[in-house]
């Protein structure tokens, strides 16, 4: 049986596809800022609607559930947007998909099994970079403070319940953030400028919403990569794994430990072990990357695929 669809303007979408109100708008370098004013609205629409429920709930159980309420809200308003912006660009422009598959010559099982190892080889060769980073921004007393204030505002985070940590951590995240930096933002700038800068450009714009400087460098790292997996496969469903790994891994570890600060692997192994093991996370990436580099492209801004919409039956098809 065919999947269910809905008629609009003569043209057939699929209804199961939940990404497909949102193929025909791609924007470019001023859209991208467009969208991130709508998220700090969402931002500040979230924000209030928490303040509101402070007057109903118990601080202790709002401090601990609140994320699961701003969270998606941050992302509404930028959704809202996109949807409208899409339908009125049905009618005259070409649209793209925000997921497709192309990953051949592999199987989609050995894909996956390439990402997650691509995922945690990139978390080994970042924490170099990210703890010079972190050393870096905190030498000063009033950078220092502004760290620390940072760190409460995330053991807020994961200090609650740990379903409702992973939740928002490790299931909202890779989900609502993929849809915007590499769904929304990559897929548009990778339509109109050449790849390697749409793939930089939207890692800084990952970094910047992340709003501090600790996250910045290792969400620009993570999201080169991330633009790179999706640039050669067009898929955001590969992307948002590794987000979902990167992000569920550290919410795990985070019930292991009592560190009042971050923790980085260089300051808790032995000097010849990380070496080793920063040897094999460098060896795993190059190979990962390498592999992602074998699927051929289909045109020049990636393996992206347009919206293939169905012929409108007439009344000379509709009974055949």
């Known amino acids: 049986m ?29 859209g991208m800022f467009g969208l991130l004013g709508w998220f700090l609205l969402g931002n500040l629409l979230g924000s209030l609607v928490v303040l509101v429920l402070g007057a109903f ?27 409208g ?14 997921n497709s598959g192309n990953w051949a010559p592999f199987k989609c099982w050995h894909i996956a099994l390439i990402t997650v190892a691509l ?9 170099l970079p990210n703890y ?23 053991k807020t985070i994961v200090e609650g319940p740990f379903w409702s940590s992973f939740l928002v951590t490790a299931i909202f995240a890779p989900i609502f953030e993929e849809w915007l930096c590499r769904g929304m933002v990559l897929r548009g700038l990778l339509t109109k400028m050449k790849p390697f800068w749409a793939i930089v450009i939207s890692a800084l714009f990952f970094a910047l919403i992340h709003m501090n400087p600790w996250q910045a460098l290792n969400a620009f790292i993570l999201g080169v990569v991330m633009g790179y997996v999706y640039y050669k496969t067009g898929s955001l469903l590969l992307t948002i794994l590794i987000h979902f790994v990167n992000n569920g891994t550290a919410v795990v570890l985070s019930q292991f430990t009592s560190q009042e600060t971050e923790t980085y692997m260089i300051e808790t192994m032995d000097k010849g072990e ?9 060896v795993v990436l190059v190979a990962c ?9 289909q045109q020049e801004r990636g393996n992206i695929d347009t919206v293939e919409l169905p012929i409108p039956e007439t009344d000379a098809t509709a009974g055949e």
């Open 85 to 98: 912006r899409s339908q009125r660009n049905s009618l005259f422009e070409t649209g793209y998909k925000l």
């Open 119 to 127: 995922t945690y080889a990139t978390m080994v060769v970042a924490d």
């Open 132 to 154: 010079y980073n972190y050393k870096l921004t905190t030498a000063s007393p009033g950078m220092k403070a502004f760290y620390d204030a940072f760190v409460e505002i995330m």
């Open 274 to 282: 990380y070496m080793a093991l920063y040897a094999v996370g460098l």
């Open 289 to 297: 990357l390498y592999a992602f580099r074998r699927i051929p492209l």
């Open 57 to 83: 709930v118990p601080q202790e159980v709002l401090q601990k559930y609140s994320m699961l309420v701003l969270y998606p809200l941050s992302f509404l308003p930028a959704m809202v947007y996109v949807a």
């Open 2 to 30: 065919a999947a269910p669809v809905f008629l609009k303007k003569g043209r057939k979408v699929n209804n199961y596809d939940l990404f497909a109100n949102h193929a025909w708008y791609t924007p470019g370098v001023k």
